[in-house]
């Protein structure tokens, strides 16, 4: 297990299983619209709390196999049944938890972009959207900020420091998981 998941892993609460004769889910993710929402799938989405439990189906039945432990957390909605969301995280794990549980407040997350090599420790966040702006601060990878606005280039991301400070800026859309490439968000 990996501390950066930010989540824990807990044992075994409930021997899982659907209830005998009940309509089984989605197993895999899903493309296109989703059955109960109507919304795009897949589509980003972020954690309201600071506890979410990722479930291995969409029922309290079931096994929580990790539990979310930071709220405005970046996750991509990959499949629906009923009031549940099966979701994928930045690292790629894959559960189902509560739609009463997601918002669908814009967060995106820090990366180290495509040349990982690069950067690795720090990204820029600048005061226009371009390369030559000033820097309005360095960000490191897994800072999480709100997405205000994307260009499919760029997007305005508001940060808050440990200071308390917000600080509104730019940052190349390759450096942030929780927005599509070539994603205009407004």
């Not at 979701?87 to 739609?99: A, F, K, M, P």
């Not at 997350?109 to 309005?136: I, Q, T």
């Not at 600080?167 to 407004?186: C, M």
């Amino acid at each position: 297990m990996r501390v950066s998941r930010l989540r824990f892993a807990i044992g075994a609460l409930v021997a899982g299983g659907l209830a005998t004769g009940a309509v089984a889910a989605p197993a895999g993710p899903e493309t296109g619209v989703g059955p109960v929402t109507k919304l795009p799938l897949p589509r980003y989405a972020s954690l309201k709390t600071d506890r979410v439990n990722l479930r291995e189906g969409p029922s309290k039945d079931h096994r929580t196999l990790w539990v979310f432990q930071r709220a405005g957390l970046p996750v991509e909605i990959v499949g629906e049944f009923e009031t549940w969301r099966r979701i994928r995280d930045s690292e790629g794990t894959e559960g189902w938890v509560l739609h009463s549980l997601l918002s669908g407040r814009r967060t995106a997350l820090v990366n180290a972009g495509p040349d990982k090599g690069v950067e690795k420790s720090a990204v820029s966040l600048r005061a226009k959207a371009d390369d030559g702006a000033p820097d309005e601060a360095r960000l490191q990878t897994g800072v999480i900020g709100n997405v205000k606005s994307c260009t499919g280039t760029w997007c305005r991301l508001i940060v808050a420091l440990p200071n308390k400070r917000d600080v509104d800026g730019y940052i190349r859309q390759n450096r942030l998981w929780g927005v599509y490439p070539n994603e205009v968000v407004e």
